[in-house]
T-cell receptor
Framework: EAQVTQNPRYLITVTGKKLTVTCSQN?????MSWYRQDPGLGLRQIYY???????DKGDVPEGYKVSRKEKRNFPLILESPSPNQTSLYFC????????????FGAGTRLSVL | DAKTTQPTSMDCAEGRAANLPCNHS???????VYWYRQIHSQGPQYIIH???NNETNEMASLIITEDRKSSTLILPHATLRDTAVYYC??????????????FGSGTRLSIRP
């Protein structure tokens, strides 16, 4: 089954404790993105990647890092989480070849205390 | 991307057809109409897209007016599981840019038993 898998689904952590949210897709998609969703603000893009070893900042990259060492994986790293990063996070992917359909993961609800 | 407008909320009886309208009067000739939905706090889910002809898949039908300035998403036999926020957006088919997806406020569809 074609899917985007995020882990963990829920995470509670404390300020300053480094964490990684993993994202993996099995559709051989070139494009991958990370979004955060906050009430009243909609989806905002954090980082995106157009292929292996190619990443770029989205609209709200501060406090986040990403890497794209393999085509299927696109982890989101919070080196020193802060309470304002408490949010619902989604990973998404799409193929470069037409249709322009984004496939989203189930989401990771992060709380930073 | 062209802007879209949708009603804030709608409701529909279970088993009946849910018809969700969307206006996109500034749509360009090469832009497609896409529909996604988001069930509470889950990842957004692609439903259907089209250019100018009516489209149907296993989830829904999409009716686009001849002038392409508006469209209607039809869920033929709504169930309680169709309760979600539905987003109508317009995008080009081939996109090599940051590929971020921007949803508006969408329509909150409630299915009543």
């Amino acid at each position: 089954e074609a899917q985007v898998t995020q882990n963990p689904r829920y995470l509670i952590t404390v300020t300053g404790k480094k964490l990684t949210v993993t994202c993996s897709q099995n559709m051989n998609h070139e494009y991958m993105s990370w979004y955060r969703q906050d009430p009243g603000l909609g989806l905002r893009q954090i980082y995106y990647s157009m292929n292996v070893e190619v990443t770029d900042k989205g609209d709200v990259p501060e406090g986040y890092k990403v890497s794209r060492k393999e085509k299927r994986n696109f982890p989101l790293i919070l080196e020193s989480p802060s309470p304002n990063q408490t949010s619902l996070y989604f990973c998404a992917s799409r193929t470069r070849q037409g249709k322009n359909i984004q496939y989203f993961g189930a989401g990771t609800r992060l709380s930073v205390l | 991307d062209a802007k879209t407008t949708q009603p804030t909320s709608m409701d529909c009886a279970e088993g009946r057809a849910a018809n969700l309208p969307c206006n996109h009067s500034t749509i360009s000739g090469n832009e497609y109409v896409y529909w996604y939905r988001q069930i509470h706090s889950q990842g957004p889910q692609y439903i259907i897209h089209g250019l100018k002809n009516n489209e149907t898949n296993e989830m829904a039908s999409l009716i686009i007016t001849e002038d392409r300035k508006s469209s209607t998403l039809i869920l033929p036999h709504a169930t309680l599981r169709d309760t979600a926020v539905y987003y109508c957006i317009v995008r080009v088919l081939w996109e090599s840019s940051a590929s971020k997806i921007i949803f508006g406020s969408g329509t909150r569809l409630s299915i009543r038993p």
